[in-house]
């Protein structure tokens, strides 16, 4: 789990090694793949983290159905070892416009599309049990993160609380970053970049010693693993707010314990000790919202059966909650604590929840 | 009034008479088969090539027929038909060429083509009514004289009338005969009821006959020889007691010379033994030992429904004659130059009780074979039946067959379904002999020879369907293999890819070697393969 140093280029190489020595010994070549997706995911009660389960996928050369698959997984994997050995990195949407071409002999291309190349990166990642980022490969990014930390970036060393009411953007990648010094006493995910912006300009960073985190919906990998990182090496303790619907509360549970599609990595992007602040359907009668929440749409209720179903969800609060947004039949947003005033959220509710501890596990 | 002539009856009768055999030409056209423009054409033509293949396969010979059709005035057409047959001596040319309803074989029990019992001398008589021109005949037997005659049917006496006569040196022993007539009211085109098709037809179900054919526009066809056996002539039969009725008996009795109607049924009936004639007496409590002349109607009647609730054996097939399996397979390869061809000739069978017959049924796939999808081609007694498709029991047994369950996928595929109907009597379902009823044994008959074809067809569909599926994969892996194996090379830095490409290949090479000689293996892969998934396993460590 720590940054220990792998020697990418020798771990691809032997990839590749062992698919030669089986062409040399006339064998069909194969490449075993741990299966990702929600038949070989589970929830591990000890690690409190999705992890992936045992089950393999065996991708041979010579099954038609996995052929082109298994030219692209090898393609993958020699492309990363060229960038991580001319230390260059690379967007995966570049990966895949760099290794797009037809193939020789016939009209069909390498990849017609980047959700053909992505999964392969995935499957490169699982295989080896090496990250995306050791592979030099970026993702868009997406999030920022302001508050008194400064953070060294290859040459460049700044502090997060001057730069700006923007804060900073946080790369793809942040296996190199280095957290030269954290003035800080938690971390708070924030859903929504307008929250976080109202909370920068009420100065609740300052004041209570926090560090704002905006994840911009889904918190994406750089975000998740910046956390990740902020908890176990500085161990800081992370809450998080989203809106008081199921999908602000799957943000949170990815956050908490990963995700199903990235279950391998939930190791190193899960912080299982994360609490939830809020929105919460309780909210509602505390802070006198009844006016400000939003109608269920079928889809909602749909998707809140659906999480209450997931084995980390199960707890009895949780369970709770969902049954009441259920009967109440309302979302409500983090925005709508601007019915009572602008101020409110950073003055009043945000402090008051982070004193006296309410929060949901 | 009183002046008028009173005619004399001679003259009456005489005019009458003429009227008569014209008038029966012109009221029973539909069923000698000239109506319509197209039909009368083919009509032509099949008289004359019957008369052909009838006369080599009596004579024991290879036929080589030619037939040349040309256009000369508007719905005028001049047909010359030609074969190599024994030639016809000069006595026998009237006979043969003018006399009507004149077929030697109409009531004998005998397998034969036409069944039409008016033959060539119909042709003739066409070409007459609608041109008023006799019909050149040029025959020679070989010897050293041919004689070219003109002649016209005499309608009076219901004989032919040689006009002409002249006499040719034949220095090169020519033998065979050659008709030439001119026809009005006549149409040619290529359509299924036309003359190519019914040539086409006959050289599949004949194919040990050469045709060679010329189209009015001077395209020449040669439908070619594919089989060097000549057909057994058929055998005439007794008949079998089964199927028999009260006026074949009485019609029966006055050509037999027997003096009592025990020994009668005896020797007249097949598969009738003595010990059965007593069953019958019993049955009937008819005195047999009466003389047949005394038979009457009655007694008759009696005789035939104690006949039927007795148990015969089933008629002797030997005066049956199919193509066989193996010459309709020639045939159709021959001519149709199918990818698949199978062929079946199922063992004899009877309907009504008592009627023997055959069917011979053949699929072929591919290459020549099919119309624009599904073709069924329909014979009796090898004879093609080209009109009233729709009301044949052929066409009925054919189409109530699930052809996808055959591995038939789709409407248009390119299907020949040829069937043959062997037997004495053919029941058709009607004067124009182009359609036989639907008869239960028949019908089953047929749709148990196609099932048995359509089965054989379905093993080569599916072979076929493997073996192209195999091709496409392999294709497919070796398409990948050399952008696979360089970026293999790349990713291992290896020296030379050409090495990893040549092993790959291989690799893939001998899977498919493999598959060809193991069925298990490839069972397995399909079975892999259509999944589709990636093969899934639980790791046990």
Redesign the interface.
């Known amino acids: 789990m720590e940054n220990k140093p792998q020697n990418i280029p020798a771990i691809l190489g032997n990839f590749g090694l062992e698919i030669y020595e089986q062409i040399l010994k006339e064998e069909s070549p194969s490449i075993k793949i741990p299966q990702r997706g929600k038949s070989n995911v589970y929830f591990d009660d000890d690690e409190k983290v999705i992890q992936l389960g045992d089950k393999f996928s065996k991708r041979h050369f010579l099954n038609v159905a996995h052929t082109k698959k298994f030219m692209q997984t090898v393609l993958v994997a020699s492309y990363c070892r060229r960038l991580v050995e001319e230390n260059k990195h690379a967007g995966i949407r570049e990966l895949y416009y760099a290794l797009k071409h037809t193939v020789e002999g016939s009209k069909e291309n390498t990849f017609d599309d980047q959700i053909e190349s992505n999964p392969i990166i995935e499957d490169l990642e699982t295989a080896l049990d090496i990250l995306r980022e050791e592979l030099n490969l970026t993702a868009d990014r997406r999030g920022y993160i302001y508050g008194d930390i400064v953070l060294k970036d290859g040459e460049d060393e700044f502090n997060a609380s001057k730069l700006g009411r923007g804060g900073w953007a946080v790369p793809g990648t942040v296996e190199e970053i280095e957290f030269l010094n954290v003035n800080a006493e938690y971390v708070l995910v924030i859903e929504t970049a307008a929250m976080c912006d109202r909370l920068i300009e009420e100065k609740f960073a300052n004041k209570n010693n926090a560090l704002l985190v905006a994840c911009q919906g889904q918190a994406p990998r750089g975000i998740r693993r910046l956390i990740n990182r902020l908890h176990e090496e500085k161990k800081l303790p992370v809450y998080v707010f989203t809106d008081g619907d199921p999908y602000g509360w799957y943000i949170y549970s990815t956050i908490k314990q990963g995700s199903m599609n990235l279950a391998y990595l939930s190791r190193r992007l899960g912080v299982p000790d994360a609490k939830f602040i809020g929105m919460t359907m309780d909210d509602i009668d505390e802070y006198g919202l009844q006016k400000v929440t939003e109608k269920l749409k079928d889809m909602d209720k749909k998707r809140i059966n659906e999480i209450m179903e997931y084995e980390w969800f199960k707890h009895k609060e949780w369970q709770e909650q969902m049954k009441k947004c259920l009967k109440l039949g309302v979302r409500i947003e983090q925005q709508a604590l601007a019915n009572k005033s602008l101020e409110f959220v950073a003055k009043e509710y945000l402090p008051q929840k982070i004193e006296n501890e309410v929060f949901l596990p | 009034m009183s002046e008028t002539k009173v005619k004399h009856a001679d003259e009456i009768f005489k005019s009458f008479k003429m009227q008569s055999v014209s008038e029966f030409f012109k009221k029973n056209a539909a069923m000698l088969g000239y109506t319509g423009k197209l039909r009368s054409l083919t009509t032509l033509v099949h008289e004359g090539v019957t008369n052909s293949l009838d006369a080599c396969e009596e004579a024991r010979l290879f036929p080589d027929i030619s037939v040349y059709i040309s256009e000369i005035g508007p719905e005028h057409y001049r047909v010359i038909m030609e074969d190599n047959a024994s030639g016809i001596p000069l006595d026998y040319i009237p006979h043969v060429f003018g006399k009507m309803l004149a077929g030697s074989k109409a009531h004998r029990n005998i397998q034969s083509r036409g069944q039409q019992g008016i033959g060539v001398s119909g042709a003739v008589m066409y070409s007459q009514v609608t041109t008023g021109k006799p019909t050149e005949v040029v025959t020679s037997t070989g010897d050293k004289i041919i004689n070219k005659v003109n002649i016209k049917i005499d309608v009076e006496k219901n004989a032919g009338e040689i006009i002409s006569r002249e006499t040719l040196k034949n220095p090169d022993k020519w033998r065979g005969t050659r008709i030439n007539l001119e026809a009005k009211n006549l149409q040619y085109n290529r359509s299924k009821y036309g003359p190519y098709s019914y040539l086409k037809m006959t050289a599949i179900a004949n194919p040990h006959t050469r045709i060679l054919f010329v189209e009015p526009d001077g395209t020449k066809i040669l439908f070619d020889r594919n089989v060097r056996v000549i057909p057994k002539n058929p055998k005439e039969m007794k008949p079998h007691p089964h199927g028999t009725s009260a006026d074949d008996i009485l019609s029966m009795i006055k050509n037999s010379s027997a003096t009592r109607v025990r020994t009668f049924l005896v020797s007249e009936f097949t598969r009738v033994s003595t010990k059965k004639v007593e069953e019958i007496e019993q049955i009937s409590g008819l005195d047999l030992d009466i003389n047949p002349k005394k038979v009457d109607w009655e007694y008759a009647e009696k005789l035939v429904n104690a006949i039927k609730q007795i148990t015969f054996m089933a008629p002797p097939t030997e005066g049956l004659i199919p193509i066989g399996a193996d010459s309709v397979k020639l045939g159709l390869e021959g001519i149709l130059a199918p990818e698949f061809v199978h062929t079946v000739t199922r063992s004899p069978q009877t309907y009504h009780g008592g009627i023997a017959f055959i069917v011979e049924a053949g699929i072929a796939y591919g290459g020549g074979a099919g119309n624009n999808g599904l073709d069924i081609i329909r014979y009796a007694n090898r004879t093609p039946l080209i009109f009233d498709q729709g009301g044949c029991c052929i066409t009925e047994a054919a189409k109530s067959i699930d052809w996808k369950r055959y591995g038939v996928k789709d409407d248009n595929a390119p299907l020949t379904i040829f069937v043959n109907l062997v037997s004495t009597h053919i029941p058709y379902t009607s004067a124009g002999k182009q359609a036989i009823a639907t008869e239960e044994e028949i019908y089953n008959e047929i749709r148990f020879a196609l099932m048995e074809a359509g089965r054989s067809l379905s093993r080569y569909l599916s072979g076929k369907r493997r073996a192209h599926e195999k091709l496409t994969?392999k294709k497919?892996?070796l398409?990948?293999v050399?952008?696979?194996s360089n970026?293999?090379g790349?990713?291992?830095?290896?020296e030379d890819n050409s090495k990893?490409i040549k092993?790959?290949t291989?690799?893939?090479e001998?899977?498919y070697d493999f598959e060809e000689t193991n069925g298990s293996e490839e069972k397995a892969?399909q079975i892999?393969?259509e999944n589709?998934?990636?093969?899934?396993?639980?790791?046990g460590?």
């Not at chain 2, 790349?490 to 290896?494: C, G, T």
């Not at chain 2, 589709?532 to 790791?539: I, L, Q």
């Open positions: 994969k497919t892996l398409r990948y050399v952008e696979t970026a293999l790349s990713l291992i830095k290896a990893i092993a790959l291989d690799i893939v001998k899977k892969n892999l393969e589709g998934a990636e093969e899934v396993s639980e790791n460590e």
